[in-house]
């Protein structure tokens, strides 16, 4: 057939293929697709032909002039490396008022408060994040549970807006969080500053309380991104799961 091969690698996967090219796209295919695209069956009638012209797998032009094309979409994907780091994380306490099986941060119990980050850390943290030259900063406050410490919240964001007055950067605030313990205290914060809620919703009510050992922890999850939806708006939460080994059936 009339098409050109552009570099890519492929792996098989059991009864599949996987495709991926220097432009990080990828596609996944029955096994001995691979074969066929080689050996140029793949016809222009095939939804595979078009997936792999768009993906640029294949090409129906010469080379040398779909080079152009390639470099500005290879230079947009890479466009964040002009600006170096853009988010930023903060992990102010490994306090925790949950007990997830798949926990990577060496959670500790709520109450051991020696486990929180110091405000002098905290202010070096944020000196540092402006040493970055993004003029976009993202501000992501992690533990533990963040919310356990809503005075570190605040310090940093204020810390943080003080030294903007001179640096002029666009700030995104984020407090990634369960939503077990969004007091008033928080959510005035994010009315504030316009911080975005992070969480995470694991399924049904008997999987997200197994993932999380808690006997209560969906109802309160639940109960807790309605509260953010009513007093902040749809659109400043959001919720994804997290996979373990009891969510696979």
């Known amino acids: 057939m009339g098409y050109s091969l552009l570099p890519f690698r492929f792996h098989v996967l059991r009864n599949r293929e996987l495709l991926v090219n220097d432009l990080g796209d990828y596609l996944l295919l029955p096994r001995g697709s691979v074969q066929r695209i080689v050996d140029r069956q793949i016809r222009p009638d095939e939804e595979l032909y078009k997936d792999l012209a768009a993906s640029f797998f294949i090409s129906e032009r010469p080379l040398p002039r779909l080079l152009d ?12 490396l002009d600006h170096f ?11 925790c008022n949950q007990n997830c099986i798949y926990c990577q941060a060496s959670s500790k119990e709520s109450c051991r408060e020696e486990y929180d980050m110091s405000e002098k850390t905290l ?4 000196d540092l ?12 406050f992690q533990g533990g549970e963040p919310t356990l410490v809503p005075h570190l919240i605040r310090k940093g964001i204020e810390y943080a807006e003080e030294k903007n007055r001179i640096e002029q950067r666009r700030i995104t605030y984020v407090i990634c969080t369960n939503c077990v313990n969004l007091t008033g205290e928080i959510l005035d914060l994010c009315k504030q500053y316009g911080i975005v809620i992070s969480t995470s919703l694991d399924g049904p009510q008997f999987l997200h309380n197994r993932n999380r050992g808690k006997t209560d922890s969906y109802q309160r999850v639940v109960s807790g991104i309605a509260k953010v939806r009513e007093e902040l708006g749809e659109g400043r939460v959001s919720a994804l799961m997290t996979t373990s080994e009891y969510s696979l059936d």
Request: charged letters at 20%; aromatic letters at 8%; proline letters at 5%.
């Open 123 to 126: 202010r070096r943290a944020v």
């Open 85 to 95: 780091t853009a988010l930023h994380i903060f992990v102010l306490t490994l306090r």
């Open 69 to 80: 094309t390639m470099t500005v979409r290879l230079a947009t994907r890479k466009a964040f």
């Open 129 to 140: 994040m402006f040493r970055s030259p993004s003029p976009s900063l993202t501000m992501e």
